[in-house]
């Protein structure tokens, strides 16, 4: 029997039968992670398993026989993107030297949510160094901790980032689920160019917790799975209030489950298409077009032309944020954890810059260097970046949209196909349309949606604040009426 290409629900079904068990799927996954992950294609997405995983999972199968299962993650393995703490034997480094053997005091707060509903921590998955947020042209899923993290469509194309290793692992079939964390597109961009469903969710569902930070303003976990189900299955799970994250506190828990079968079809649904997000590569539009009749033979209006707010216009004010947020939030993290082996951000530049034949052989840490000069977090010129950000992304851009166009949600291709791994001139400067939900801090899916040249595009489906429910109900709908779906067979290149 497959194991490794099923989804949550097709596992907890078998489970449930009897026709397989917790400690069987971890030893499945861990004996897949050696022959293709670190051998074979060499794909390079799982930084490290836990040693614990297949005790964890007999446990859990012996609760099952004595007074069942929790829920639907019961016995379920999932990756933890090397950013999330889990207060184990595992290590979370955000894929920095820098940080190498750091072990967390206690579970980041969704790790928690997800092991008390009977979920197995399988290990720590690869990264983007520090979320993508050290170096202009960095290469996307490098790490100097990892290594490149390779995609399995193509192995010479790039597998997006930051959540790198969570997506390939999916695709892969490394583990059942992973969870990422995304700013701006680090997990709808590497679900689009791996083939795998990545779910933004709205700022303040998912408790940051535990988490090494890029900005509050803007960062989340989420889900990145095989299906919209098991998408919304985790949703579910780890979605929570947390006294430790006041944006939590008065975020509306999504029911993610539930919406999902509300929803036959799309009938009376309107759908808008921004303006900048198509022309931007021909093959991702012509997937998109396709994606769009489907929508369109569900019943939904597609509208186009919506404006947004201009890319360049928040590219100025969005990076003023970041860096400021950046350096609060990782001293804040840091000074947190006190056996971690640096202590702020300058320790780490340092660390950097003594260790550069390791650390920087590629590309350098101009980010870093300019997050030290950032302002303070009541300083005039972050608060009035922030306010720029919030009125062009929300009050100007997609609230504005949504209520001057009648719409439900806006729609888009992800990202164009994957380009070739870069490591000394880094990524490609192609846009994607993550920013104006990223910024915004609205919820935002991709749901793989086609190939181009053998290379997975997602469909991007994102609404307004706390709508986590509606985009998924629709990218379910989506995904029910696309059809089946293609698995990566990691050729050397396109074929």
Same mark, same amino acid.
């Given at each position: 029997m497959d194991l490794h290409d099923r989804s949550i629900v097709e596992l907890q079904t078998l489970m449930t039968d009897g026709a397989t068990s917790a400690e069987a799927l971890v030893r499945t996954y861990l004996e897949r992670i050696d022959a293709i992950d670190r051998a074979g294609p060499t794909l390079r997405s799982v930084l490290e398993t836990n040693p614990d995983a297949v005790a964890i999972a007999a446990d859990l199968d012996a609760e099952r026989r004595r007074s069942g299962t929790r829920g639907p993650l019961h016995g379920i393995p999932i990756l933890l993107k090397d950013n999330v703490d889990t207060g184990d034997a595992l290590t979370t480094t955000a894929g920095s030297l820098a940080l190498e053997g750091h072990?967390?005091?206690?579970?980041?707060?969704?790790?928690?949510?997800?092991?008390?509903?009977?979920?197995?921590?399988?290990?720590?998955?690869?990264?983007?160094?520090?979320?993508?947020?050290?170096?202009?042209?960095?290469?996307?899923?490098?790490?100097?901790?990892?290594?490149?993290?390779?995609?399995?469509?193509?192995?010479?194309?790039t597998p997006g980032g930051s959540s790198a290793g969570s997506a390939v692992a999916v695709a892969a079939g490394l583990c059942a689920a992973a969870i990422g964390t995304e700013t701006d597109g680090s997990i709808t961009a590497p679900a689009s160019l791996n083939g795998v469903v990545g779910f933004k969710p709205t700022v303040g569902l998912v408790s940051r917790d535990g988490i090494v930070p890029i900005a509050a303003s803007q960062d989340t976990a989420g889900p990145l799975t095989r299906t919209v189900a098991d998408a919304a299955l985790v949703l579910d799970a780890i979605a929570g209030a947390d006294p430790n994250d006041p944006a939590t506190a008065s975020a509306r828990m999504p029911a993610a489950v539930a919406a999902l079968g509300a929803r036959a079809d799309l009938r009376g649904v309107? #759908? *808008?298409? &921004?303006?900048?997000? %198509?022309?931007?590569? @021909?093959?991702?539009?012509?997937?998109? /077009?396709?994606?769009?009749?489907?929508?369109?033979g569900l019943g939904a209006e597609i509208v186009d032309g919506i404006e947004?707010?201009?890319?360049?216009? #928040? *590219?100025? &004010?969005?990076?003023? %944020?970041?860096?400021? @947020?950046?350096?609060?939030?990782?001293? /804040?993290?840091?000074?947190?954890?006190?056996?971690?082996?640096?202590?702020?951000?300058?320790e780490v530049v340092a660390f950097n810059r003594r260790?550069?034949?390791?650390?920087?052989?590629?590309?350098?840490?101009?980010?870093?260097?300019?997050?030290?000069?950032?302002?303070?977090?009541?300083?005039?010129?972050?608060?009035?970046?922030?306010?720029?950000?919030?009125?062009?992304?929300?009050?100007?851009g997609i609230d504005r949209a949504l209520r001057a166009h009648d719409l439900d949600a806006l729609i888009a291709p992800s990202r164009v196909p994957a380009w070739t791994i870069d490591l000394i001139d880094g990524d490609r400067p192609f846009p994607g349309c993550s920013s104006p939900a990223a910024v915004a801090g609205y919820p935002h899916a991709s749901v793989p949606a086609g190939f181009a040249h053998g290379l997975p595009i997602g469909l991007s489906i994102f609404a307004g604040a706390l709508k986590d429910a509606d985009v998924l109900a629709i990218a379910a709908a989506f995904e029910r009426a696309r059809g089946p779906w293609r698995a990566p067979t990691f050729p050397d290149r396109v074929v």
């Open positions: 072990r967390a005091e206690r579970d980041a707060f969704l790790v928690a949510r997800l092991r008390e509903a009977g979920a197995i921590v399988l290990g720590k998955a690869n990264l983007s160094e520090w979320a993508n947020f050290r170096s202009t042209r960095s290469s996307s899923g490098w790490s100097s901790r990892g290594g490149q993290v390779r995609n399995p469509y193509a192995l010479d194309r309107r #759908l *808008g298409v &921004p303006r900048g997000c %198509v022309g931007i590569h @021909e093959a991702a539009d012509a997937v998109a /077009a396709r994606a769009f009749d489907v929508l369109r947004l707010a201009d890319r360049g216009a #928040l *590219g100025e &004010p969005e990076l003023t %944020v970041l860096l400021a @947020e950046f350096k609060a939030g990782l001293n /804040a993290y840091l000074q947190g954890h006190p056996t971690a082996p640096v202590r702020d951000l300058d260790h550069a034949d390791r650390v920087m052989p590629y590309f350098g840490q101009e980010l870093h260097e300019r997050a030290q000069a950032a302002p303070a977090l009541d300083d005039p010129t972050y608060l009035e970046a922030l306010a720029t950000c919030r009125r062009l992304a929300r009050d100007e």
